[in-house]
């Protein structure tokens, strides 16, 4: 059973940050994280405004971070502060950056996460250009998995949805994140999850 990847983020820059939606951001992070965890990993970069999202969604499911996560950050940013929750996350990730070169440097680390595991689909949610490379990266490795860019929060995802023509499915009420994800990710809702 192979893991999904997240790529998300809260646009704060033009153009992305004209249709964002933070309350939708938050929804579906959060349905995300009701639906997978426990029972298929999760990886992600590290992002200020998700990585608190998931460690309150993660704390209400139950599960065992080790189990649940894996999460990747870049030294890049080390003079920066990483979000306290990173401390909650046992498996945490840090790849060495290309001294001076941020972009070689977010390259380094979507490859170490991108060749980290097995994944059978990605979710993308808001996001800024970022979210367009991973989507990119991700598709050229991972070309038979499940690329679902989530419209309704606006950002690169909305744009990534009409480029790549993803279309939710109709029975799916259009802010219904847990039945999509559910549907999308092939996960059943009675599914154990793995706690430890």
């Given at each position: 059973?192979g893991?999904?990847?997240?790529s ?19 929804a ?11 029972r ?6 590290g ?24 999460l ?32 070689k ?16 689909a990605?979710?993308?949610?808001g ?20 690329c ?49």
């Amino acid at each position: 059973m192979g893991a999904i990847f997240l790529s998300a983020s809260v646009p704060t820059r033009p153009p992305f940050d004209a249709d964002s939606r933070p309350q939708e951001i938050q929804a579906a992070i959060s349905a995300l994280a009701q639906v997978a965890l426990g029972r298929k990993k999760l990886v992600w970069g590290g992002h200020p405004a998700i990585t608190p999202l998931l460690w309150a969604a993660a704390q209400s499911v139950g599960v065992e971070y080790a189990v649940a996560v894996e999460l990747f950050q870049s030294r890049f940013f080390k003079d920066e502060d990483f979000p306290l929750e990173n401390k909650h996350f046992a498996n945490v990730t840090y790849v060495d950056p290309v001294p001076g070169d941020l972009t070689k440097s977010l390259h380094a680390m979507r490859l170490a996460m991108m060749t980290s595991t097995k994944f059978d689909a990605a979710v993308f949610i808001g996001g800024m250009e970022g979210v367009l490379d991973e989507y990119n990266m991700f598709a050229a490795t991972w070309p038979n998995a499940n690329c679902i860019p989530i419209a309704q929060t606006g950002g690169a995802a909305f744009r990534l949805a009409l480029d790549i023509g993803y279309q939710p499915p109709s029975e799916v009420a259009p802010l219904d994140f847990v039945a999509l994800f559910y549907r999308e990710l092939n996960i059943r809702p009675r599914q154990k999850r793995e706690l430890k």
